[in-house]
């Protein structure tokens, strides 16, 4: 105890010291040259504008798209990222500009091959996003219900978790459990953090392994063990890229952001009050503060990423009616 605070008076002493030795440089300065400081001085008078302001890596996202290019139809989109360079709308798109692209790909397009990976995709889109003046936010996914697992991994030898005759069948449903799932996604997660880790137009990158689109959850969930294997191979490829994890399970999402991801939720403006459908409950007044709550994540935001994804569209809102947060917006407006 002495001795740290022996150390610590000498270091503040040996600091006031160096700053006493700067202000009277600094007062010599100003006698021989009365008029730098003056000279130096940048007066700033902002303009008013009537536009959108474009907060860098906060705000809203494009998505599979980039600034000026014509958006997904009002009510559909795709997930399918972008694997060409796409032209600018002819007309101006009616959506404001925007700091971050957010595109995702499946992992048949990236590795469609063993071993060969197609990362001329994500070098296109950081090319695209700095040419537009964003960043890139990514995930990788590996299947959805209706884009399978790469053929090659299906015929690997992994093994499935459902059968053919299964009412899912016609969905090629992956053991999470099977040490080949771990071994051949690992890899494909390990080369793209080997690339692209730190790579300064590269905002944000989703912890995705589990379930349709990698969200996290499936009907043929495997235990946390695994699940865990499946984040730490994402921790351990980007140590400098922020991560995002999915909101799902909540002890995946406690053990992600407990070592460093901040997190992401998929269905902002979904205002219904209850559900029957164990897969889709109602979220933002049920789940969504209850999960927060249970993973201890209420503080997160304060030092890493928080992501929104919008429930359907911002248009499919207006269709649903009392579900959407547009009933409620003007339900409070007295509307």
């Excluded at 992994?158 to 016609?170: L, Q, W, Y």
């Excluded at 912890?207 to 349709?212: A, F, H, K, M, R």
């Excluded at 063990?225 to 922020?242: G, S, V």
Aim: aromatic share 12%.
């Amino acid at each position: 105890m002495i001795e740290i605070a022996f150390r610590e008076a000498g270091r503040t002493r040996s600091k006031w010291i160096a700053g006493m030795a700067w202000a009277w440089a600094l007062l010599a300065v100003a006698a021989v040259a009365p008029g730098i400081a003056q000279s130096n001085i940048v007066v700033v008078r902002p303009k008013e504008i009537h536009d959108v302001l474009v907060n860098p890596g906060m705000g809203i996202t494009t998505f599979q798209r980039f600034n000026g290019q014509a958006t997904n139809p009002p009510l559909k989109w795709s997930e399918v990222g972008p694997v060409a360079k796409i032209p600018q709308a002819p007309t101006k798109p009616d959506f404001p500009e925007t700091s971050v692209a957010y595109c995702r790909w499946y992992w048949d397009a990236i590795e469609p091959e063993p071993g060969k990976f197609r990362w001329e995709i994500l070098d296109l889109a950081l090319e695209e996003a700095r040419a537009h003046g964003q960043t890139l936010a990514i995930r990788l996914m590996p299947y959805s219900n209706q884009d399978p697992l790469p053929a090659w991994y299906r015929n690997s030898g992994a093994r499935r978790a459902n059968k053919s005759t299964d009412k899912d069948g016609e969905i090629w449903q992956p053991d999470f459990s099977d040490p080949l799932f771990l071994k051949y996604w690992g890899e494909l997660v390990a080369e793209a953090g080997r690339r692209y880790d730190g790579n300064p137009f590269l905002d944000s990158v989703d912890i995705s392994s589990v379930g349709y689109w990698g969200e996290g959850w499936s009907p043929y969930m495997p235990a946390f063990a695994y699940q865990k294997e499946l984040i730490d191979i994402w921790l351990e490829a980007f140590r400098r890229t922020p991560l995002l994890m999915n909101f799902d399970e909540q002890q995946a999402l406690t053990y992600g952001t407990e070592h460093g991801a901040g997190w992401r939720l998929d269905c902002l403006g979904d205002m219904r009050t209850s559900s029957t459908n164990v897969y889709f409950p109602a979220e933002m007044l049920e789940i969504y503060p209850q999960q927060i709550v249970r993973a201890g994540i209420q503080d997160v935001w304060q030092r890493k990423p928080v992501s929104l994804e919008v429930c359907y569209t911002v248009a499919g809102w207006q269709k649903r009616a009392t579900t959407s947060i547009t009933f409620w917006i003007k339900r409070c407006a007295g509307m």
